[in-house]
């Protein structure tokens, strides 16, 4: 079944890494190169002449890259990887008979190990404790967030749904794809037997850059599709965060095009919302419930 899952893969100027990761992808596999200027396409063409390289040229985001990828595929389902991570033999192929045998689940998120003493990471931790329960005929705990690295999608509702906003570029673009897939009345799960290895670099790139536009994207996110409770605490948040602060500005120059693609999410979602924020009681017994931004920013970027 792994030949029926397409490993899209989006990439910036990390060659070396991208190398190391990539013979452990089974199945066909696409490399979406953001303008690298490390010779990222030449290497990965010279070295896995399987592997389609997609240079585009500049740095469009991760969200417009994996959006490429995944309208080049020709199989049933997507996985998403970055250019530290894999998928664990075995995990791609189990994924795609879990979708084949439940029609409505549109995104199956796995377990996430980081580094090589692989920790189980913090949000893998999280969505075990299951707050929004299991819904009726799903393969697990409901979601409303998923870190990129780490979900195995229908491709049919990843396109129906318009896939990733280009502009929300990179850093926390998971949120808004995950909300209007459960809009769409797809299924979002957790399946810890789907597990994903995930090797951060210790020099990642500017913090200081990365939490600039996690903050914008949380905020344009809860603008776009949150009630105005949750829109006010995300804005009161950012502007509470000095490492962020700059970001809610950012956000404030798009305001227009954020009013006129705004759209409210169903009842049942928001509902879902409110449990993740901790103003309404969890659907089983679980852990704690997150804040309104663990919910708008889910997932969290690379390190």
Avoid: K
Avoid at 147 to 158: G, I, T
């Amino acid at each position: 079944m792994t030949a029926d899952v397409t490993v899209v893969v989006a990439t910036r100027n990390r060659r070396d890494q991208l190398l190391e990761v990539l013979p452990r992808h089974p199945g066909p596999v696409i490399v979406v190169d953001n303008g690298s200027a490390d010779g990222t396409p030449t290497a990965v063409a010279r070295a896995f002449p399987e592997v389609r390289v997609v240079p585009l040229g500049s740095n469009l985001g991760a969200g417009a890259a994996r959006n490429v990828g995944v309208a080049l595929a020709r199989t049933p389902y997507v996985a998403f990887a970055d250019d530290d991570s894999y998928w664990a033999p075995g995990a791609l192929g189990r994924a795609a008979e879990i979708l084949a045998t439940h029609p409505g689940s549109g995104l199956l998120t796995g377990e996430v190990l980081v580094g090589r003493e692989a920790r189980v990471d913090p949000i893998s931790t999280e969505m075990a404790r299951a707050p929004l329960g299991t819904a009726p005929g799903a393969p697990g705990p409901s979601v409303l967030g998923f870190l990129a690295c780490a979900v195995v999608l229908r491709r049919a509702a990843f396109d129906a749904v318009g896939g990733f906003a280009p502009r929300l570029g990179t850093y926390g673009e998971e949120a808004l794809l995950a909300m209007d897939l459960a809009a769409a009345g797809w299924q979002l799960a957790y399946v810890p037997e789907l597990v994903v290895h995930h090797l951060p670099q210790p020099a990642g790139r500017d913090r200081r850059d990365r939490h600039r536009a996690e903050a914008r994207n949380r905020v344009l996110t809860a603008a776009l599709r949150c009630p105005p409770r949750v829109v006010r605490a995300v804005l009161a948040q950012t502007w509470r965060d000095p490492q962020r602060r700059r970001g809610l500005l950012d956000a404030a120059r798009e305001v227009g095009w954020v009013i006129r693609a705004r759209r409210r999410l169903p009842a049942a979602v928001e509902a879902d919302l409110a449990v993740l924020e901790g103003t309404a009681p969890p659907r089983r017994a679980g852990g704690p419930a997150t804040d309104p931004a663990a919910v708008v920013g889910a997932g969290r970027p690379p390190a």
